[in-house]
């Protein structure tokens, strides 16, 4: 009787696809705010602009706790990815390992120009000659002179258009996690078929003698 390749861990692939879609939820909340700034062209944007940078400014005011939250969240991700790729295989190996490619480009999203923008957005620092702005976030200051500035509404542009990006690379982990689970489904269908047929042909050998 043939047998199935090992499957994927099913505790694994629920850390997975739990935090993506957490993810995708805070991006979706987020999209009515992007929406006038990026994608639309009303004939005044200032007011979208501006509830964009209050939306921000309160977003990085938050509690440290929902912080923690968040990083709890992403690590519960990552997890589930170590649980499946313990002993995988080859088909575990395509989709989880991609997968996983998706996520942590991700989590490089957020780290890079997320978390570095709400910290612009928060200071005020926009333009190239803003110096050291004192007593924004948790650290008290900010050095943007080490950052790359640019102007105001080009930066909550990159901070809108980051989410976009999030969201698909998001929306392609989901994919593979979809596409992995129909493969499973379709090798153990084509197998049972497989066992079935060799059944019916022992059986038949046993009725000719």
Known sequence: MSKPTARSSPFGTFLVVGPTCFFLGILFASFPYDYNVLWSTPPDREPYFQLLENHLKFLHASPPLIARILHIVIGTGLLGF???LYKPSEANMLFDGASLVLYMCGITVYIANIVKGL??????AYGPDQGLVQGVGEGGAVDVDSMDIVGRE????????????????????LVLQAGEWYAQKKEEAEIAEMDRIAEE?????????
């Not at 080009?154 to 982990?173: E, H, Q, W």
């Open 119 to 124: 910290r612009l957005v928060t200071a005020g």
């Open 201 to 209: 042909k022992r059986r038949g050998g046993k009725k000719k003698q």
């Open 154 to 173: 080009d930066s909550l542009r990159v901070l809108a258009a980051s989410n976009t990006i999030l969201a698909l690379v998001l929306v392609g982990v």
């Open 82 to 84: 170590i649980m499946k």
